[in-house]
Structure formats: C-alpha cells, structure tokens
C-alpha cells in the first residue's frame, strides 16, 4: 500500500474538520481543502494564501500561510 493510501490517525483537533480519526493522506488534504473552501478561508486578494478560523488555527496556527505550508502543518497531527 503506498504512503498515499495508506490509512493514519489523525489528531482530535483534525478529526474535527475531517470528520474522522482515521484517513490516507492524500484524503487528509482534499477535506481540509473542502473546509477551507466552504467557510471561505482563502485570501480573496491571494488564492494561495489561507486565512485560518478558530477550529482551523488549532491545526495550522493563527496566522496566514501559503498553501504550499498545508502539509508541513498537517504532518504534526498525524498520529504515529
């Protein structure tokens, strides 16, 4: 199984956004992503950018970051 699809747990503030304790990666994102979306976290003046809400600054911290930190940041809620 690769490291994609392999399932892993997941912190209990990030089961909060995904809705599970338990998912493969590349999961992990596409649902994070899909939160982001829907409550609308995303600098309107720069798409790459994500503004973090309450529940998502308890994964990502409380200030603005470029997309391209999401998996640096979510790998330390990854349950080993």
Same mark, same amino acid.
């Given at each position: 199984?690769?490291?994609?699809?392999?399932?892993?747990?997941?912190?209990?503030? &990030?089961?909060?956004?995904?809705?599970?304790?338990?998912?493969?990666?590349?999961?992990?994102?596409?649902?994070?992503?899909?939160?982001?979306?829907?409550?609308? &976290?995303?600098?309107?003046? *720069?798409?790459?950018?994500?503004?973090?809400?309450?529940?998502?600054? *308890?994964?990502?911290?409380?200030?603005?970051?470029?997309?391209?930190?999401?998996?640096?940041?979510?790998?330390?809620?990854?349950?080993?």
């Amino acid at each position: 199984m690769s490291m994609m699809t392999e399932k892993v747990k997941v912190s209990k503030e &990030l089961a909060s956004i995904i809705g599970v304790n338990e998912e493969s990666r590349s999961q992990i994102t596409k649902k994070i992503w899909e939160y982001i979306k829907a409550n609308k &976290l995303q600098d309107a003046s *720069a798409k790459s950018y994500i503004i973090p809400d309450t529940k998502l600054a *308890a994964i990502l911290g409380t200030a603005r970051l470029h997309m391209m930190e999401l998996p640096k940041k979510i790998n330390v809620h990854i349950v080993k």
